[in-house]
């Protein structure tokens, strides 16, 4: 008789592992639970839901930190007007009660203009000194704001009213704006580039403005369709202003962008005077006084002051061609036929000043070390200028 042996056991199964419960964070707390009813509330009971957007749109509109110790060095490159410190939003509008932060939580992200540089670091801000970590922390921003909106209407409640970029030229043309627009759920509505006096090609020789155009392409297959305008603001120096005229005139008539949606932003090429409009609009055409000190370079060639620099400023709006009608203004047919064969032509687009420009040129060395302790000390300073090149070789800057 054969006896066989009992099938082995099966092991018990392995307890499953115990479920960590993660504390919700307080602003994800503040949207699940339910507001308490506001029906005495004149703001929730009598002003309908537009009137209290503009409300929150005022009170959560960010604005340069006022506190002293967050103001930028003035002797910079990055000290301008409306940039004379970090940006910063007041947010305790939010903590009054879990009904207005409800509907209107994520309005400081979104209304708070984005400042990028896409500059070398000397360029930038100091807190903008590691760039692909700032770029990681914006990333984060808008992936978090985009989940928490949810992902209806393509994303439009998480536009974001204004991108600014400053960007040297080589930055531009080596892709880094393309790169900038890459970054997911990055939807806004204005973006504007500004080039500034320093930005621009060989500036510490003086040499005439010029912009090449190579970066189009890769820009237009990157700009997302929320754009809505896109700005050139352009910068030199106020001696520099008929040279930046003919540059801003070219590109109002050669230039325009495709968003990736296939929508073309032109710019208004309506004859008239240098800004291209019939009455220069003050709108598009500004002036600013800044020091010329930065980088320990006091830059006295381009002085109209003693530490002093004024600078001419041109903006270029780009828009869908129905609002530059609406505007009363036109497009460029060289614009609009190059468009319309979506054919960038980079030699063609190419902004510059004839061969026969003439070139200041200025009997002085270009700067000198910068002052101590804010003392500019006397400088001999010729201001004379003429439009032909030193035949000695000497710097003609």
Partial sequence: MVVSEPPPETPPAPAPAPVLSLPLPLHAQLLTASPVPQDASPLFAILPPELRSSIYTLALADYPDPAPDRAYDPDTCYTRPHYEAPRTSDTALLRTCRAVYAECWFLPFVLREQVHWLTAPDRAPPEYDRRARTHAALRAQLQQVQKQLGAGYNGALAQMAHLRVFAQMYKLERGAL???????????????????????????DDEPLRFEAGWLPAVSAALPDSVGELCLELETLARKQDQLDAIAQQMRTKWFFRRTDGAVLYADATDGSPDGSPDRDNSTVSRWTGTSTWNCQRWIRDETSPGHIDYYVVRVPFWPQHVVARRGGRVSDEARRAAEASHFDAAKMRLALPPDYP???????????????????????????????????DDDA
């Fill in 359 to 393: 070139r200041m040129t200025y009997l002085r060395v270009p700067y000198v070390p910068a002052p101590i302790m804010g003392v500019f000390p006397p400088v001999d300073v010729d201001h004379s200028s003429s439009g032909e090149d030193n035949d000695d070789g």
């Fill in 178 to 204: 393309a790169d900038l627009l890459r970054t997911p759920c990055l939807w806004p509505r204005r973006l504007t580039l500004t080039i500034r006096h320093a930005d621009w090609w060989h500036w510490e």
